[in-house]
C-alpha cells in the first residue's frame, strides 16, 4: 500500500540554521508534490509545489528538491527563524486528477 | 477578508447526537474539500466536490453526509456521532480538481464527542 513518512519527532534547530525536513513515499509514483505549514490551531498554508521533471522549486528562503529516483522530497529553509517555527507537511498527487495524500508532518523548533 | 471560513470552530456534544458543520469560499474556486485530522495528526481526505458534484467519497462511514448547495458552500452533517468522530475537521478548496492545484484551508473545526 502507499506510505508517506515524514519524520514525526520535532526538529530542533538554532536560528539562522538551514533546516532540512524530509518527505519518503513508497508504492507511489507522485507527479506532483506539494508543501504545507500548519501552525497550532490553524488550518495548512500551501507553501511549494514541485512537478516531477523539475529537480528543485525555489521560493525566497524556501527550497524544495525531489527526487523520483529515491522516492524523496527534501524541504529547506535557509536563514531559520523562530517565525519559521511550526508542523511541515509533505502531500504527494499521482497525476493530475487525483487527490492529494499528506503525510503525517515534522514538527520544527527554531531556537534563537 | 477570511477565504475559507467554516463555523462553528468549535462543537462539543453528546454521542448519539446529529451536527451540522458549515463551510464557505469566497476565492471563486470549483473544487471544495472536507478533511479529517486526528489526534495524530494524520490530514485524511473525506470528500471533494467539484461544482457541486461529488468526485471523491473516500472510505466514510455514511453517517456523514456532505451538501453543496452552490459552488462557494460545502456542509458536512454527522448522524449519529460516536467518540470516534472526535477530531478537527478541515474545509479547503482549490482552483480546479487536481493534484497540481493549491489547497486553501479553514482553520478547522474541533468536534468534541462527550
Known amino acids: 500500500s502507499q506510505k508517506i513518512e515524514q519524520n514525526s519527532e520535532a526538529l530542533n534547530i538554532q536560528e539562522g540554521k538551514t533546516a532540512t525536513l524530509t518527505c519518503n513515499y513508497t508504492?507511489?509514483?507522485?507527479?506532483?508534490l506539494q508543501w504545507y505549514r500548519q501552525d497550532p490551531g490553524r488550518g495548512p498554508v500551501f507553501l511549494l509545489l514541485?512537478?516531477?521533471?523539475?529537480k528543485e522549486k525555489r521560493k525566497e528562503r524556501l527550497k524544495v528538491t525531489f527526487d523520483t529516483t529515491l522516492k524523496q522530497s527534501l524541504f529547506h529553509i535557509t536563514a531559520s527563524q523562530p517565525a519559521d517555527s511550526a508542523t511541515y507537511l509533505c502531500?504527494?498527487?499521482?497525476?493530475?486528477?487525483?487527490?492529494?495524500?499528506f503525510g503525517g508532518g515534522t514538527r520544527l523548533m527554531v531556537k534563537p | 477578508d477570511t477565504a475559507v471560513s467554516q463555523t462553528p470552530k468549535y462543537l462539543v456534544t453528546q454521542m448519539g447526537n446529529d451536527k451540522s458543520i458549515k463551510c464557505e469560499q469566497n476565492?471563486?474556486?470549483?473544487?471544495m474539500y472536507w478533511y479529517k485530522q486526528d489526534s495524530k495528526k494524520f490530514l485524511k481526505i473525506m470528500f471533494s466536490y467539484n461544482n457541486k458534484e461529488l468526485i471523491i467519497n473516500e472510505t466514510v462511514p455514511n453517517r456523514f453526509s456532505p451538501k453543496s448547495p452552490d459552488k462557494a458552500h460545502l456542509n458536512l452533517h454527522i448522524n449519529s456521532l460516536e467518540l470516534g468522530d472526535s477530531a478537527v475537521y478541515f474545509c479547503a478548496s482549490s482552483p480546479r480538481i487536481g493534484g497540481n492545484q493549491p489547497q486553501h484551508f479553514g482553520d478547522g473545526t474541533r468536534l468534541s464527542i462527550l
Open positions: 476565492l471563486g474556486h470549483d473544487t
Open positions: 508504492n507511489y509514483s507522485p507527479a506532483y
Open positions: 514541485i512537478r516531477e521533471n523539475e
Open positions: 502531500a504527494p498527487s499521482p497525476y493530475a486528477g487525483n487527490m492529494l495524500t
